[in-house]
Antibody
Framework: QVQVVESGGGVVQPGESLRLSCAAS????????MHWVRQTPGKGLEWVAF???????KYADSVKGRFTISRDNSKNTLYLQMNSLRAEDTAIYYC?????????????WGQGTLVTVSS | DIQLTQSPSSLSASIGDRVTITCRAS??????VNWYQQKPGKAPNLLIY???DLQAGVPSRFSGSGSGTDFTLTITSLQPEDLATYYC?????????FGQGTKLEI
C-alpha cells in the first residue's frame, strides 16, 4: 500500500535552517511527482513546492529562494531544505504524492511533521 | 495568485440531509478544481478531481460540478462519518491554492 512518512520537524529559531525528509513506499517513486503542502490554523492549507519525477520543480512565492525541494530516487526519499526560517513558516508540513491525473492533484498524504519557528 | 472563496465557512446538518458547499474562484479556472475532505486530526483526502470526477474508492454520495468560476461539492444522504472540513483547491495557476475550508457539523 502507498505510504509516505515525514520526519525532521522540530523547533528552531528565526533565521535558522531545517531539513524535512519523506520516505515513500508502495509505488514507483522514481516515476511520480511529489509535493510539500503545509497547514496552519490561521492560513489553512498552503501548497509549498513540487518536484517532478525528473527533478524539475516549482515553488510558492512565499518560500521561493528560501526552500529547496529535492529527491533521491535511489532511496525513495523526498526532501525539503528550509533556510532563513520565519515565524510564518510555522506549520504542519505534509509530504504528498502527485495524483497522476491530467491536472495536479494530491492523492496520498503523510501524517505530517510539525515545524515551529520561535525565539 | 488565484483566490478561492468557499461558502459557507461552517454548516450544521442532519443525517440523511443533502449538503452543498460552494467554491468561487477569482478568475476563470475552467474545470481545474479538486475537493478534499479532512477529518479531525487527519491529513486531507482527495474526493473529487477535475470538478466532477470521483476519486477511486470515494462513496458515490459525493459529487462535484461547475466550471469557470463557480463550483459545488454535494453530499447526498449525509452520513455520520462525513463530519469533516472540506476544501476546494485549484490547479490552474502556476501556484496551487486552497479555499479556506467549510466545517461540516452533524
Amino acid at each position: 500500500q502507498v505510504q509516505v512518512v515525514e520526519s525532521g520537524g522540530g523547533v528552531v529559531q528565526p533565521g535558522e535552517s531545517l531539513r524535512l525528509s519523506c520516505a515513500a513506499s508502495g509505488f514507483t517513486f522514481s516515476k511520480i511527482g511529489m509535493h510539500w503542502v503545509r497547514q496552519t490554523p490561521g492560513k489553512g492549507l498552503e501548497w509549498v513546492a513540487f518536484i517532478r519525477y525528473d527533478g524539475n520543480n516549482k515553488y510558492a512565492d512565499s518560500v521561493k529562494g528560501r526552500f529547496t525541494i529535492s529527491r533521491d530516487n535511489s532511496k525513495n526519499t523526498l526532501y525539503l531544505q528550509m533556510n532563513s526560517l520565519r515565524a510564518e513558516d510555522t506549520a504542519i508540513y505534509y509530504c504528498v504524492r502527485e495524483g497522476g491525473h491530467w491536472l495536479a492533484t494530491f492523492d496520498y498524504w503523510g501524517q505530517g511533521t510539525l515545524v515551529t519557528v520561535s525565539s | 495568485d488565484i483566490q478561492l472563496t468557499q461558502s459557507p465557512s461552517s454548516l450544521s446538518a442532519s443525517i440523511g440531509d443533502r449538503v452543498t458547499i460552494t467554491c468561487r474562484a477569482s478568475q476563470n479556472i475552467k474545470n481545474y478544481v479538486n475537493w478534499y475532505q479532512q477529518k479531525p486530526g487527519k491529513a486531507p483526502n482527495l474526493l473529487i478531481y477535475a470538478s466532477s470526477d470521483l476519486q477511486a474508492g470515494v462513496p458515490s454520495r459525493f459529487s462535484g460540478s461547475g466550471s469557470g468560476t463557480d463550483f459545488t461539492l454535494t453530499i447526498t444522504s449525509l452520513q455520520p462519518e462525513d463530519l469533516a472540513t472540506y476544501y476546494c483547491q485549484q490547479s490552474y495557476g502556476a501556484s496551487y491554492t486552497f479555499g479556506q475550508g467549510t466545517k461540516l457539523e452533524i
